[in-house]
């Protein structure tokens, strides 16, 4: 009993240790690195505290210091929130269901499955195989999560992405190819790919590197 106590004792200090340490990655990112225009931005691997105290501790715990990351992604993004909750902005969402939706899927969910990384840990005993790939898959799946509010909520703004300078005949292309909600799906992955892919590929590099450092990945007991 003892010793499940001493667990989790440390998971609460490390896991507060490491959601401050993924703030402070965030913000010292956004003072270096422009953020787009409905929000997302590449950072310095600012998930990889939370994807590592997640794996080290598993699922159950995880899962929970994920939520809370979440929680705080919020109070971080209430300059982007505001934007869209605030009926006089131009990027107002248009409805209650509509703001629901995106903490759901920009926040609660995309934040909340960072605390899956520990998902293959029991399955693959070397670490430097289960951590990367907790990494990348989690990741992965924070990715989703920001197409699907993307696609549902920002679809309308396809055309106007499409068009802008940097795109040029290939913005052209894409929409003569697709329209509609094929338009508002194609613009969701490549807008949020822009920042979520080089995240998810930095990100699994630095997991591969700190996964064969073991003072970093044992669990303490």
Same mark, same amino acid.
């Given at each position: ?12 200090v490390e896991s507060a240790i490491m959601i401050a340490l993924s703030a402070v990655l965030e913000l010292v990112s956004k003072s ?66 509509? &703001?629901?939706?995106?903490? !759901?899927?920009?926040?609660?969910? #995309?934040? %909340? *499955? +960072?605390? /899956? ?6 399955? &693959?005993?070397?670490?430097? !195989?289960?951590?990367?790939?907790? #990494?990348? %898959? *989690? +990741?992965? /799946? ?80």
């Open positions: 009993m003892k010793k499940k106590s001493m667990v989790w004792m440390y998971w609460l270096i690195i422009p953020e787009m225009t409905f929000g997302g931005q590449i950072t310095i691997v600012s998930m990889l505290p939370v994807v590592l105290v997640a794996w080290k501790y598993g699922v159950g715990k995880g899962l929970i210091t994920g939520f809370i990351y979440s929680l705080v992604q919020m109070v971080m993004g209430i300059s982007t929130i505001s934007k869209m909750i605030l009926p006089t902005s131009d990027e107002y969402l248009g409805s209650l269901l509509n &703001i629901a939706l995106m903490f !759901i899927f920009d926040y609660i969910l #995309a934040y %909340t *499955v +960072l605390g /899956l990384s520990a998902m293959y840990k029991k399955a &693959i005993k070397k670490d430097y !195989i289960s951590l990367p790939l907790g #990494a990348f %898959t *989690v +990741l992965l /799946l924070r990715y989703i999560c920001h197409i699907v509010s993307g696609y549902i909520l920002f679809g309308a703004w396809a055309e106007w992405f499409f068009t802008q300078d940097g795109f040029y005949s290939w913005g052209e292309t894409i929409m003569n190819t697709f329209s509609g909600n094929g338009l508002s799906l194609i613009y969701s992955i490549i807008y949020n790919g822009f920042y979520m892919i080089p995240e998810i590929i930095i990100t699994t590099v630095v997991a591969v590197v700190i996964s064969k450092i073991p003072q970093i990945t044992k669990t303490k007991s």
